[in-house]
């Protein structure tokens, strides 16, 4: 057979830059990438030593295939540990790209300057090239060091050495590349031509060889023991702080003008209670008193200080309109001008047909917004960020007017309508004939970290969902009605289509309830946004559609509905029982029912919001959160805030206000962790989200709330560098943490109404 071109110590070196500053530079959605290397907050783990030993668990397969596992691209392949102790992969199928069958290893660490030595055992069953790499565990998953192997039926032992030249890397992947390797080389051995064959591994070991350039990690951020909102406040706002582990006898605090440099206030702390979630000593401070418009810090009687923050009356304008602005840079299918879009301008993206799932049949689909960090766009998601939109702009319409610096601002129709119906415009041609709705389109992987035109495989549109469905129903009744009652023809008209389609929807969804929830089909692993529960699904849009036309069909079917749902205070993607517990208390014919109906809905509702406002008080950060934080947890944070300020809508109560604003305080910057979680915003906010165009670009988009701490660490990066973080505290400012740090649309909708609804 032809030799194979030997790529020893592959090592692309990459400056990673490290700022203190904003930006400069995925549940949901569970996708496998990663990227970005060094940690950047003060309770993360921080590699003191190079590690020494074998780094490689189990690299005899002495316990099985434990720690090992298998991802394919095209390919098939089963992996076991065969009678001679090897770890045998047989491969029924290699694909077409060299990961199409990759066999990995996670959970070692890299020190920059360390020569380290690579080696391991291969055969197979046919003379082929096998790939090893060591690399980042992301982005543009580049390699640290690397070698194509000319594998035959004999035993080979392979033994590399290279010295880690980037900076260290506390999660990177040690990858065998068992698809088309030959793709990397002339092309001339094919998935084809090699067949159904076997390939061996045994005896994987890395070790340092040389330690002596070892170079030290950077420092952390030391995060502020006094944590403050760090957008700002309002001049007639509660304003609060949060205090973390001061020094006894620290419990008096300044106001500080930081342009004068004189204290403006003095306050007193409240007594220190115990934050089990953060393993930390919370007090806190009021000072609503200061109403004077500036820019201020905290300072507390033994110097502990905040970061900087503004008082003022429009101290909220410009970070909202990069949280609305968000969703226009997320659109797809059509151009976004640089004058519009700055530097994430890019051509037109996913503008070709799609095909319908196990179909030769392709549609028109293109619309929409990307719904995270990756190109998909999803109905269920899509539906909760578009009624988040639409609520905002039922609330307060003067929050959005015509500014928003949107390509539509300036034409005298509110943008956040015009927003709105970008993506409505998409879901409407996610409808089949039928009245079922789409669940997504999406490629069949995950693209690599490449800008929105550069994603250029095959899109597939997934089968027909009834959770699509009925959530398709349920906004587009809610539309109907919003766009319906508007004066300008266009829109009332549109509101009449809207309304159309969701009866249309209603109907399909009628007929296929007792159908299992979305599952995604095996050769497509985008996520997936599976719900085995539609009966909240169903309960909103009956609600919706009870709203909008009044008909008694809708209100007994609310009933039904209602039997079967667990959680009525939802307002997530998966859980949205809350969506139609509003539409039914703000239904005006609703009132005059005679039958518990509505008693039942409201109780419920409201025992939900008062958990929250319970749980609040006993959160040493004021927010709804105990000892768990799960993946998107500031999506939970935000729209708890959105649940109290709805309830607030039927039932005022003003603790529900001040509660609904410490969440938002929490997402800018009063938490555990210290930082704002929307990018570009505040003194410490996220620089290295994943989500691909700023990774493309190696610029942080600004607007974007990132899904901060989740105590579950589901992501390898989290696995290396917070193993035994407290569950608040379980944060980290990296690309390769996509359980942390990805963003969505549906995290910056929720947020989008609590900042219109905190802010009348």
């Known amino acids: 057979m032809k030799r194979f071109k030997k790529i020893t110590s592959v090592l692309l070196a990459a400056a990673m830059t490290l700022s203190l500053t904003a930006c400069g530079t995925e549940q949901e959605t569970t996708e496998e990438t990663t990227e970005e290397i060094v940690s950047e907050v003060t309770e993360e783990a921080t590699t003191e030593e190079p590690v020494t030993g074998n780094q490689i668990e189990n690299g005899d397969f002495s316990n099985g295939t434990d720690k090992f596992n298998v991802y394919t691209n095209g390919g098939n392949c089963n992996m076991n540990v065969n009678a001679d102790g090897e770890l045998q992969v047989d491969i029924s199928e290699s694909g077409d790209v060299a990961h199409g069958v990759q066999i990995y290893y996670d959970g070692f660490e890299m020190t920059q300057g360390v020569v380290y030595e690579f080696s391991f055992d291969v055969h197979a069953t046919i003379d082929r090239p096998v790939e090893w790499r060591v690399q980042i565990n992301g982005g543009d998953y580049h390699a640290y060091a690397g070698e194509i192997i000319d594998v035959t039926e004999e035993v080979q032992h392979i033994s590399s050495q290279f010295t880690m030249e980037e900076a260290s890397d506390p999660a990177p992947r040690l990858c065998f590349n068992m698809g088309c390797v030959d793709a990397l080389q002339d092309g001339s051995i094919t998935s084809e031509s090699m067949g159904t064959h076997s390939v061996m591994l045994d005896n994987l070991s890395l070790e340092q060889v040389d330690d002596s350039g070892a170079v030290a990690d950077a420092e952390a951020v030391e995060v502020p023991k006094a944590k403050v909102n760090q957008v700002g406040y309002k001049k007639d706002d509660t304003k609060l702080v949060v205090f973390s582990d001061l020094e006894e006898g620290d419990n008096s605090f300044t106001v500080v003008d930081v342009e004068s440099g004189e204290s403006v206030y003095e306050g007193k702390m409240t007594e220190q209670v ?104 999803y109905v269920v998601s899509g539906a909760k960020a578009v009624a988040d939109l639409l609520l905002a702009y039922e609330k307060n319409p003067e929050a959005f007017g ?186 005006p014919i609703l009132m005059t029912d005679s039958s518990n109906l509505l008693k039942d809905i409201e109780n419920a509702f409201f025992a939900a919001a008062e958990n929250a406002l319970q749980i609040s008080k006993e959160n040493g950060y004021m927010v709804s959160r105990e000892g768990v934080y799960e993946w998107g947890s500031n999506m939970g944070i935000a729209n708890n805030g959105m649940l109290l300020c709805l309830a607030n809508e039927i039932r005022q109560n003003e603790e529900y206000i001040t509660c609904a604003k410490n969440h938002l305080n929490y997402l800018f910057g009063m938490n555990a962790t210290g930082y704002c979680f929307v990018t570009e915003t505040g003194t410490l906010s996220p620089k290295h989200p ?66 219109v609804a905190t802010q009348d």
């Open 274 to 377: 115990n934050n089990a979630a953060a393993s930390e000593m919370n007090c806190s401070g009021d000072f609503t008193a200061v109403k004077t418009a500036g820019t201020y810090k905290i300072v507390t009687g033994k110097g502990e200080e905040s970061y900087p923050f503004v008082i003022g009356d429009n101290v909220y304008d410009e970070t909202f309109k990069s949280i609305v602005k968000m969703l226009y840079l997320q659109r797809c299918g059509v151009e976004l001008d640089k004058s519009f879009a700055g530097d994430f301008s890019h051509p037109l993206c996913h503008g070709e047909e799609a095909v319908i799932y196990g179909t030769n049949t392709r549609i028109d689909v293109s619309g929409g917004w990307h719904d995270a960090g990756d190109y998909g766009r």
């Open 402 to 587: 015509d500014d928003c610096g949107i390509p539509e601002s300036g034409d005298g129709i509110n943008d956040a309508l015009q927003e709105a119906k970008y993506e409505l415009d998409w879901m409407l041609k996610m409808q089949d004939n039928s009245g079922g709705v789409y669940h997504k389109v999406t490629c069949k992987v995950f693209p690599e970290t490449v800008m929105p035109e550069e994603e250029t495989d095959e899109l597939v549109v997934a089968p027909l969902s009834k959770t699509a469905t009925a959530d398709f129903a349920a906004v587009m009744a809610m539309a109907g009605r919003i766009f319906g009652e508007e004066s300008n023809s266009e829109y009332k008209d549109y509101g009449n289509t809207c309304l159309e389609a969701a009866k249309k929807a209603w109907t399909y969804y009628e007929e296929h309830k007792d159908e299992r929830g979305f599952v995604n089909p095996n050769d497509i692993v985008t996520g997936e946004y599976g719900d085995g529960n539609s009966k909240d699904e169903y309960f909103w849009a009956a609600a919706e559609l009870y709203k909008a036309t009044e008909e008694s069909q809708y209100k007994e079917k609310m009933a039904e509905a209602l039997e079967g749902i667990e959680n009525i205070g939802g307002l997530g993607w998966a859980d949205v029982a809350a969506y139609g517990a509003y539409a039914a208390l703000t239904t």
């Open 690 to 755: 994943h989500h691909r165009p700023s990774q493309a670009l190696g610029k942080c988009m600004p607007g974007m709330l990132v899904g901060g701490p989740d105590s579950a660490l589901e992501d390898p990066y989290a696995k290396a560098v917070l193993s035994d973080t407290p569950a608040a505290k379980c944060y980290a400012d990296n690309e390769q943490s996509y359980s942390c740090n990805e963003v969505t649309i549906y995290w910056n909708s929720p947020l989008i109404y609590l900042l």
